[in-house]
């Protein structure tokens, strides 16, 4: 009689996010032991790994991308580049063949809620968007618990292609709205019957 047999899920892949996260906080556990020779290993030994996959990934990039298939979005690497971890990679390496914004509407489009870009300020790092729903090209409700869920998934995606984005702001459409027109009725002169007139009605 043979035994049954035991199925082992593969491991789930890390994406880049959740691996600098974890890193961070081993290094930081490092830290709280107060062994100084230990978090200085620890931290030239992330040096050391970057380097090593940096160096192979450049090698990667050189040989499945020409200059032309990067001016044209064509070629073996413009299909990885859709890929968050292997993008991820690249815009860490600072190997990424897209510039910043093309790399910022390529992580816009994966977030399920539709965003407009407002302003990125390379400086600051500072990307100002606004939600299109809320502009009145989606269904969404604008509720802020809406806003914070589809923040989140903004910055996630974009920790992945553009990390040079530092800080992710959402400003609301009714801040660029024009105010609404008020109808203003006019009292009659002293003396005179009838009903007053409305401004918003009456005007050209």
Same mark, same amino acid.
């Given at each position: 009689?043979?035994?049954?047999?035991?199925? +082992?899920?593969?491991p789930r892949a890390l994406d880049a996010v959740e691996a600098g996260r974890r890193v961070e906080d081993l290094l930081d556990r490092l830290s709280t032991t107060g062994d100084q020779e230990v978090?200085?290993?620890?931290? &030239?030994?992330?040096?050391?790994?970057?380097?090593?996959?940096?160096? %192979?990934?450049?090698?990667? +990039?050189?040989?499945?991308?020409?200059?032309?298939?990067? %001016?044209?979005?064509?070629?073996?690497?413009?299909?990885?580049?859709?890929?968050?971890?292997? @993008?991820?990679?690249?815009?860490?390496?600072?190997?990424?063949?897209?510039?910043? %914004?093309?790399?910022?509407?390529?992580?816009?489009? @994966?977030?399920?809620?539709? +965003?407009?870009?407002?302003?990125?300020?390379? &400086?600051?790092?500072?990307?100002r968007l606004r939600s299109s729903a809320e502009a009145g090209d989606g269904g969404g409700c604008g509720c802020p618990s809406t806003g914070a869920a589809t923040q989140r998934s903004v910055e996630?995606?974009?920790?992945?292609?553009?990390? &040079?984005?530092?800080?992710?702001?959402?400003?609301?459409?009714?801040?660029?709205?024009?105010?609404?027109?008020?109808?203003?009725?006019?009292?009659?002169?002293?003396? $005179?019957? %009838?009903?007053?007139? $409305? +401004?918003?009605?009456?005007?050209?």
């Amino acid at each position: 009689m043979s035994a049954a047999a035991t199925v +082992v899920a593969p491991p789930r892949a890390l994406d880049a996010v959740e691996a600098g996260r974890r890193v961070e906080d081993l290094l930081d556990r490092l830290s709280t032991t107060g062994d100084q020779e230990v978090c200085a290993a620890a931290e &030239e030994l992330v040096r050391v790994l970057m380097d090593f996959y940096g160096a %192979g990934l450049a090698r990667i +990039v050189g040989r499945l991308g020409t200059p032309a298939d990067r %001016g044209t979005g064509d070629g073996p690497l413009a299909a990885l580049l859709d890929d968050e971890l292997v @993008s991820s990679l690249l815009a860490l390496h600072d190997l990424h063949p897209e510039d910043i %914004g093309t790399r910022i509407t390529r992580a816009l489009d @994966s977030v399920s809620d539709p +965003v407009e870009v407002v302003g990125f300020d390379e &400086e600051t790092g500072i990307l100002r968007l606004r939600s299109s729903a809320e502009a009145g090209d989606g269904g969404g409700c604008g509720c802020p618990s809406t806003g914070a869920a589809t923040q989140r998934s903004v910055e996630d995606a974009l920790a992945c292609f553009v990390p &040079e984005v530092e800080q992710v702001v959402m400003e609301s459409v009714t801040t660029d709205r024009e105010p609404p027109l008020l109808q203003i009725a006019t009292r009659p002169p002293a003396g $005179t019957a %009838g009903a007053g007139a $409305t +401004v918003a009605a009456t005007a050209p």
